[in-house]
DNA sequence: CTGTTAGCGCGTTCAG
DNA sequence: CTGAACGCGCTAACAG
């Protein structure tokens, strides 16, 4: 059972003064006199008084809260991705709700209703592995609240997003395992409703084309981002009669697993299959062999999505600006592909 | 600006009856025609209406959210912790907000007064390395707020607490790498005034006085868990005339800094120089070569401190229990130490 | 089973 | 500069 904090109320009380002033007294108001706004903030000092958020949010219809919904925290990549929102957020005064969603498309709308009922400022998203249909999302821009997209992005909603060049990182990922002598480079490509398993296959196709490797479709694996396939992949893959001479993963940790497993089957990295991932993880500069990987600014995707969410919110509805940012990648070469 | 979202009001009108029969209908009330609620729930649902918790909060004085204060969330150690946090947490019906203190006395100040300001049912909390008072956190308490420490407690405040056992899982470590032959251990130590810290450092010292090693305060290295400053540490300890056989640092990230400055200078690893952290943070097992630590049930952490928090939530005040659980650690072995 | 009323804690009018 | 009155959206208590 929870006990009552102390309010505006006692203030006023002990002081014998109305609320309304204490109110502005604790509120930068103008109007007030200084000797009574020092009394009142010395008591409410004592008193440890704490405003109350919830009655503030309830009459001004505003919470200063922005919510984020994520796939996973396991991995590095989106707790980065919160890292750099959160500054930030807490900057312009907001403070940030998260909510996982576990890649299940379910929890994803369940984690919709509740920054709905938490009536937050504003969203940023990034999509399950599963989510095909929108309107849960959709819902946030019906209600004029805004939403910005970051990775995982949804082209069929016209609202700002934030991602990377996929396409070129891929592109220049495929072309340096090329150039170290590669021909036939494997792909463990994510699920096809993803723009970022798009992007990074076509760039990965493209460097294939422009390099006049033929595109062997066995060498493209449709994965579905859970780790504990990899290895029916990998043992798939090794086992072809032309088996590939290097693997492209979609992601660091999907890559780093691959690792782990040519090393128990004994198998040389990068000698006998070279081994990429993408994002450049928390530890991927640690792993044996260091992973070669694409470098995204992830904590300046989490800046960048945030300012764009919270100049939404400053805006009128009328107003809203449906900018896409693309940040750059960098290619980290290490010793899985050298 | 933002556009008022739609209330049971506006229910109500639509449907001319009152308001609290909407409520009722919309909060499995058992007096309520089960037409009218069904015609309530349906047009809910087309106008796509979501209750709004700042109201509720604010009548009934309760929010079911929980509070997460942590130091910070780039190593994979708290945000683990999190993860099983909010898991039990939504089990239980409540919704988890997450602070980071940044290691700063003053943003954990100003964390719980975020907390505060929202009202929140109850706290979990580690605390920064700087804190040596107190008073912020026991305003919690003072306001019938429960707490429950985990991992990084406080000796003087008397309420649940959530810690694995440091002193043993230091003392088997340092157990093993004396069993390997190392004789001159140096350890990595955290701050005093962390209680993980003294525990650890306790077991080390434990473990050389049960096999007669001699302590040498000269391996006994300060250090602030800034891991810029890893190399000043090692550099320093490697060029002892009498060098160190064995380095046991404090936690995973200082171990794996450890690791990568040793290597850098050519050092074999564990001949030269055997390392070990503690925790067995996610890519621990991965790393070259593979680190030997100290497992902790992480995420049973975070399930654990939770239960024991909602557990409080639910209590009178003068029925709050200071229960402190103690979960086992696990020696794990790899190649940095063999 | 339903409607009316009061009030949660606060900001924001509108009067003085 | 200060006070009184209203209302944010909702639950709870009391009447019917």
Redesign the pocket.
């Known amino acids: 059972m929870k006990s ?7 203030i ?1 009380k002990a002081l ?12 930068n ?9 020092k009394a009142v903030l010395e008591l409410a000092q004592e008193m440890d ?4 958020m ?3 949010s ?4 505003k919470t200063n809260t922005i919510g984020i919904i994520v796939p996973e925290l396991v991995n590095s990549y989106f707790s980065r991705v919160i890292i750099g929102s959160q500054e930030a957020a807490y900057r312009a005064g907001y403070n940030v709700i998260i909510c996982q969603s576990n890649e299940n498309y379910d929890q994803e709308i369940s984690n919709v209703n509740i920054m709905l009922s938490s009536r937050v400022d504003g969203v940023l998203v990034s999509m399950t592995k599963e989510t095909r249909n929108f309107d849960h999302l959709k819902r946030f821009e019906k209600k004029g609240i805004p939403i910005v997209f970051f990775n995982r992005v949804c082209d069929e909603m016209i609202v700002p997003k934030v991602i990377v060049d996929d396409f070129e990182g891929a592109f220049k990922l495929t072309e340096h395992l090329i150039e170290i002598g590669k021909r036939r480079i494997a792909h463990l490509a994510g699920p096809d409703n993803l723009i970022i398993s798009r992007k990074r296959k076509e760039g990965y196709l493209a460097a294939l084309k422009k390099h006049q490797i033929d595109i062997d479709e066995e060498l493209i694996i449709p994965y579905d981002l859970n780790l504990d396939k990899v290895k029916i992949y990998v043992n798939h893959l090794i086992n072809l009669p032309n088996k590939p001479d290097a693997i492209f993963a979609i992601n660091d940790p999907t890559a780093i697993e691959v690792i782990q497993i040519l090393k128990s089957k004994k198998i040389r990295i990068p000698t006998d299959i070279a081994v990429a991932g993408f994002s450049n993880d928390n530890y991927s500069a640690f792993i044996d062999p260091p992973l070669t990987t694409v470098a995204q600014p992830v904590e300046e995707i989490g800046k960048v999505a945030t300012e764009l969410l919270i100049d939404q919110i400053n805006r009128d509805v009328k107003d809203w600006k449906a900018i896409t940012k693309m940040l750059d990648t960098q290619l980290v070469i290490r010793n899985s592909t050298q």
Do not use: C, G
């Open positions: 009552r904090q102390v309010t505006i109320i006692d006023a014998n003064i109305s609320k309304s002033t204490v109110s502005r007294a604790l509120t108001h103008p109007n007030i006199n200084p000797e009574t706004k008084y704490q405003r109350n919830l009655s503030i309830l009459v001004t219809n």
